[in-house]
Nanobody, 119 residues
Framework: EVQLVESGGGLVQPGGSLRLSCAAS????????MSWVRQAPGKGLEWVSA????????SYADSVKGRFTISRDNAKNTLYLQMNSLKPEDTAVYYC????????????WGQGTQVTVSS
């Protein structure tokens, strides 16, 4: 059974930091590009960041560039998102998603973890 399980969300003050994790199982993690996607209240899905299967290439949305860092540990089948200098507009449910190399659409999604940035 394929599973992507996010953790690490919570309530944080503006300017604070959180580290999200996504534990993967049931598929060959090293064959998949991984992404973080978020959904703010009342809004659609927003792509946040992506990392290739080996971890050597990353990309970010302009809204988070310089503040967020994506990484992965292929030995632990785990994806991470380090979020610094958080802003209220970062409040959202954060999902990790897996896309097979060369595929256009995501194959697997996690259940999401809530991040709330508020004083």
């Amino acid at each position: 059974e394929v599973q992507l399980v996010e953790s690490g969300g919570g309530l944080v003050q503006p300017g604070g930091s959180l580290r999200l994790s996504c534990a993967a199982s049931g598929f060959t993690f090293t064959s998949y590009y991984m992404s973080w996607v978020r959904q703010a209240p009342g809004k659609g899905l927003e792509w946040v960041s992506a990392i290739n299967s080996g971890g050597g290439s990353t990309s970010y949305a302009d809204s988070v560039k310089g503040r967020f860092t994506i990484s992965r540990d292929n030995a632990k089948n785990t994806l991470y998102l380090q979020m610094n200098s958080l802003k209220p507009e970062d409040t959202a449910v954060y999902y990790c998603a897996a896309r097979y190399r060369g595929a256009v659409e995501y194959d697997y999604w996690g259940q999401g973890t809530q991040v709330t940035v508020s004083s």
